[in-house]
């Protein structure tokens, strides 16, 4: 059986194509488009330029699925819909535009379908599971591989963009101000006690570009792992950017070059925070959750099959 995937995000929109048999899922086809929604917003609401945007591209993937005479087509939405205020009109747009309807998945939900799509990449059994996407930040924490708190931030690597920076890099003021609006967040949710976790999981394309820049610009080598402390070496890079660094930017993550630094610190400050020293980045997530969860509806064995996403 053959399944599409496609997740409305608010930086990217991504389409996900996968064969399920006997338990097994591959992945046939993976294809995103930068949509950056989340510039899009005007006193909460998506505006009308944004709502075409997203309507052009689920229409894009449209056709391709339809090219593959793909049937199970399921479309989500993540805090590029959950955030704003005209929600139902988005997704009404975007069922009477493309004959989609949008599942917008909540916070919590979406920190625990991430942790499910990463899982069967764990090899630590207690840990903490970070997943910076454009609009929101999701943070699970786990123990002997279960959850024991999932979470939301209403912050991400586009929408500290958007509110922070002036420019296309961030000033040093701007860099303290976005570092100060995580550790708000973070001190909103209430945790009189910290439990360190040396060991964290990364999800989603802000940290998978941090490591694709690190693998480029400090080691010259392929790694899914990386320490918290090269974060600041790229930082520092970065923050008189020559032409020559600049030039390896724009190969790497070209499509990335205004939010990195926002993700950056994101994740920088939520890894001091829990005492983190190693980050293991993960290739699976939300998208793998969702299919497992709320397609497949096998979610509780993810973690036990040998997938090859």
């Known amino acids: 059986m053959i399944y599409s995937i496609i997740d409305v995000g608010s930086n990217t929109i991504r389409l996900n194509i996968y064969s399920y048999k006997n338990k097994l899922v591959t992945s046939l086809l993976h294809k995103k488009t930068m949509a950056g929604l989340a510039g899009y917003v005007?006193?909460?609401?998506?505006?009308?330029?944004?709502?075409?945007?997203?309507?052009?591209?689920?229409?894009?993937y449209k056709s391709i699925v339809e090219n593959f005479q793909i049937q199970n087509v399921f479309v989500f939405a993540t805090a590029s819909l959950r955030n704003i205020v005209n929600t139902d009109e988005v997704v009404w747009n975007i069922?009477?535009?493309?004959?989609?309807?949008?599942?917008?998945?909540?916070?919590?939900?979406?920190?625990?379908?991430?942790?499910?799509?990463a899982s069967h990449a764990l090899t630590v059994k207690d840990g903490i599971l970070v997943d910076i996407g454009g609009g929101s930040t999701e943070i699970t924490t786990y123990e002997d591989a279960k959850i024991i708190k999932a979470v939301s931030l209403?912050?991400?690597?586009?929408?500290?963009?958007?509110?922070?920076?002036?420019?296309l890099f961030p000033k040093d003021s701007e860099k303290e101000a976005m570092k100060q609006a995580v550790l708000l967040e973070l001190t909103k949710l209430g945790e009189t006690t910290l439990k360190e976790y040396k060991i964290l999981c990364g999800v989603g394309g802000s940290i998978r570009a941090t490591k694709k820049l690190q693998n480029n610009l400090i080691f010259d080598n392929e790694t899914n792992e990386f320490e918290v402390a090269t974060i600041s070496q790229l930082l520092n890079l970065l923050q008189k950017?020559?032409?020559k660094t600049l030039r390896k930017v724009l190969q790497v993550v070209p499509d990335r070059v205004h939010t990195i630094i926002p993700g950056m610190i994101i994740l920088q400050t939520i890894a001091t925070y829990y005492g983190c020293e190693t980050i293991h980045v993960s290739n699976y997530g939300v998208r793998e959750g969702y299919l497992y969860t709320r397609v497949l509806k096998e979610g509780t064995d993810y973690g036990k099959n040998e997938e090859k996403i």
């Open 241 to 243: 950017v020559d032409k």
């Open 95 to 117: 069922k009477e535009r493309t004959g989609f309807p949008v599942d917008v998945i909540a916070g919590e939900e979406e920190a625990k379908l991430g942790f499910i799509g």
């Open 42 to 60: 005007v006193d909460g609401y998506l505006s009308p330029k944004g709502i075409e945007r997203a309507c052009t591209i689920i229409s894009n």
């Open 154 to 167: 209403p912050i991400g690597s586009l929408s500290l963009y958007s509110k922070y920076v002036s420019k």
